[in-house]
């Protein structure tokens, strides 16, 4: 059964998920209302590369990165370091999160997410393998391992032994689909990879364990998704699931954080509602919103 995800709308500080905290160059801590708590990122892609081209990224391009390499054993020990402290309680002194200050020591997940796609990056699985021995190590067990992707190098061989790695360890990956067409996949998420590919990869991760759909619904140019797309993106989904997906829910979500392009912007709640109502009726799965 699915817990229904507590209200954090309210709090400012999970509308900031600033990659950059203190002297760490690869982990973040982060108030996120889709892991309804405290979640601790690990940014795998510090040059900030990424596969999509998203009208809505929040990944904040203009700034140079402060490391273009991604070093293991200091993200280890990162890591390390921050599960410490979370445990010491220090974030809650912390000015951002001292609104949330009842959050700050329980750790819901560690996520693979950052300033670009986890995937691209040719050592994922020596990445899992170091967040596990952290894990283990620092008596985590039961806490989630979370991917946050656009699903595009989920076919790549070494992402494949990341994600049984993972299985093991209360993995969790959070795929992307934002769109029912190759039309306005390109319109939206402006990726050279071909919608197919993306459909495909979440298919073959979905048939092996349970995954979790994340889709940004947004206006663009000010109009809403057109019901002929919201209806291909929910055939997008039934095909998936006749085909064998295990998808646990979707997580419908809108734009929070300032846009590179103006002309990508926030739905209403009760737009954000309204498509996920749709999604329900067509396709009977669980479907939380996020607006
Ligand atoms: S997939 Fe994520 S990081 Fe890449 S462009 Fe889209 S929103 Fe940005």
Not at 128 to 133: N, R
Not at 191 to 212: D, Y
């Amino acid at each position: 059964m699915n817990q229904p995800a507590p209200n954090l709308s309210q709090l400012k500080v999970v509308r900031d998920h600033n990659r950059a905290f203190e002297e760490y160059l690869y982990v973040y801590p982060v108030i996120s209302r889709r892991s309804r708590g405290l979640s601790l990122g690990v940014n795998l892609n510090p040059d900030k590369r990424c596969n999509f081209d998203c009208i809505y990224c929040e990944v904040d391009r203009r700034t140079p990165p402060r490391t273009t390499v991604l070093d293991v054993p200091r993200m280890r020990e990162e890591l390390r370091d921050l599960v410490r402290r979370v445990r010491r309680g220090e974030l809650a002194g912390l000015g951002r999160f001292a609104e949330a200050a009842d959050l700050t020591r329980d750790i819901k997940d560690i996520a693979f997410s950052g300033d670009g796609e986890p995937t691209m990056i040719p050592n994922f699985c020596e990445c899992v393998q170091a967040v596990v021995e952290v894990k283990l190590a620092e008596g985590l067990a039961h806490t989630k391992i979370v991917l946050i992707t656009d699903a595009a190098g989920l076919d790549k061989a070494d992402v494949r032994r990341g994600l049984e790695l993972m299985d093991q360890h209360q993995g969790e990956i959070w795929g992307k689909l934002d769109a029912g067409t190759e039309a306005y996949y390109r319109l939206v998420n402006r990726s050279p990879v071909q919608f197919a590919r993306i459909l495909k990869n979440l298919l073959e991760t979905a048939r092996v364990r349970p995954i979790v759909i994340q889709s940004l619904f947004l206006r663009v140019h000010g109009e809403v998704m057109p019901e002929a797309e919201l209806l291909a993106y929910c055939q997008r989904l039934q095909e998936l699931v006749q085909q064998g997906a295990q998808i646990k829910e979707v997580h419908a979500y809108t734009v929070a954080r300032p846009t590179p392009e103006p002309f990508a912007t926030a739905l209403t709640a009760g737009e954000l509602e309204a498509i996920a109502q749709t999604i329900r009726a067509r396709t009977g799965l669980v479907v939380h919103t996020f607006p």
